[in-house]
């Protein structure tokens, strides 16, 4: 019972973290906890899709590892996750800001890659070390990938009509790329990866701590927020 225990919080525990990281990082109008939640959890739901067409399309297509990275596992999971956002967040009242496509990309994201980390550390059984592993590499990639997303997804609510195709486009490709790449690096360099995908995380990491500043400062909220500063 501990051992089951440890591996289901084992996890979990990336995720949630991370997810808290992100919701803390709204610097101007955080929004609702429980919206939040729901956008992770159709995050965990989209697995069950994605398994199933990412099985048709081994089937059709092979298991090649260019098919396998860019199309297989990248297209199908980046596409759902877009989607999703698309579908049911893009035009909900409570993303009223940049922000909350960062946010609510990256719970979609991470309801992902928490199920996908969850299935892995049941069916393996795995030990501390590839867990925490897992933690730095796929969860934490799968944020990144969200964040790219909603920065794009962000700028589309925001922008005027004839930019707003040209943002959300971007929103779906460039994810898809980073994604790609990160599973190309994963397939095709099998000894030699851990040099290639460490710089990868680091850029990442830069880029989309780089996206979250960019989109908070463009929030309509930081000037209210700075007069009650004044006022007070």
């Known amino acids: 019972m501990v051992l089951v225990f440890s591996i289901i919080a084992s996890a979990l525990a990336p995720g949630l973290a991370l997810l808290t990281y992100f919701y803390l990082k709204d610097r101007y109008d955080q929004e609702p906890l429980h919206m939040v939640i729901k956008v992770f959890l159709l995050g965990v739901l989209i697995v069950f899709p994605v398994m199933i067409l990412q099985r048709g399309m081994i089937l059709w297509l092979g298991d090649h590892p260019v098919v396998q990275s860019l199309l297989v596992s990248a297209g199908i999971e980046e596409f759902l996750k877009w ?26 994201s991470l309801g992902f890659a928490t199920v996908e980390n969850l299935l892995y550390a049941w069916y393996s059984q795995a030990a501390f070390g590839p867990m925490f592993l897992r ?24 922008s005027g009509e ?14 898809w790329i ?37 989109a908070n400062n463009r929030s309509p909220f930081r000037f209210i927020n700075r007069e009650e500063e004044i006022n007070t």
């Open 135 to 158: 933690a730095l590499l796929p969860v934490s990639g799968h944020a990144m990938f969200g964040v790219i997303m909603g920065y794009y997804i962000g700028h589309a609510r925001f």
């Open 178 to 214: 980073w994604h790609g790449l990160y599973d190309l690096i994963l397939n095709l360099l099998t000894h030699t990866w851990i040099w290639f995908i460490v710089p990868l995380m680091v850029l990442l990491w830069y880029g989309g701590m780089g996206k979250i500043s960019r």
């Open 83 to 108: 989607f999703v956002m698309y579908h049911i967040i893009f035009n909900h009242t409570e993303f009223d800001e940049p922000y909350d496509g960062i946010l609510y990309a990256a719970a979609i």
């Open 162 to 175: 004839n930019r707003k195709r040209f943002y959300l486009a971007l929103s779906f490709i460039v994810p």
